[in-house]
């Protein structure tokens, strides 16, 4: 099994309901949520918007290869209901968006999926919830 971190947000609609309903499909299709922060409000980053941010970030353990994991994702997206993607750096109102930010100590560069995610450390909305998980993790080894 290989473990991974996943950061979810969403700006529309009903925005726990979204993450929630996320974390079930991930849970159906993706493997077992073992860990998962607890959910931040935040503004918007990279574009303006009327309407705050929901984020969270989980950690699974899964059985999926980064591209099965990648195509999975994103078809959990495209079933909730987001149309397109953000490219070009042009980001714009979702209902939701799940980003794979870490796998195992994978390093992956190709053009339409990088692990670790490349702008993760410059997002306050990804490392904090990331930050409570993983220092959750190294209290419960000591």
Known sequence: MHKVYLGIGTNLGDKEGNIL???????DRVGEIVKRSTL???????????????????????????????????????????????TDGKYHDRIVDID????????????????P????KERDFVMKPLLEIKNEELRMKS
Not at 44 to 56: A, H, K, Y
């Open 21 to 27: 309903r996320a974390y079930e499909l991930i849970r």
């Open 117 to 120: 995610h490349p702008l993760m």
């Open 100 to 115: 794979i930010l870490l796998y195992d100590d994978l390093k992956v560069n190709e053009p339409d999926l990088v692990i």
């Open 40 to 86: 931040y409000n935040t503004e918007p980053w990279g574009f303006e918007s009327e309407n705050s941010f929901l984020n969270s970030v989980i950690c699974v353990e899964t059985a999926l290869f980064p591209r099965q994991l990648l195509q999975t994702t994103q078809q959990i997206e495209h079933e909730m209901g987001r149309t397109n993607k953000s």
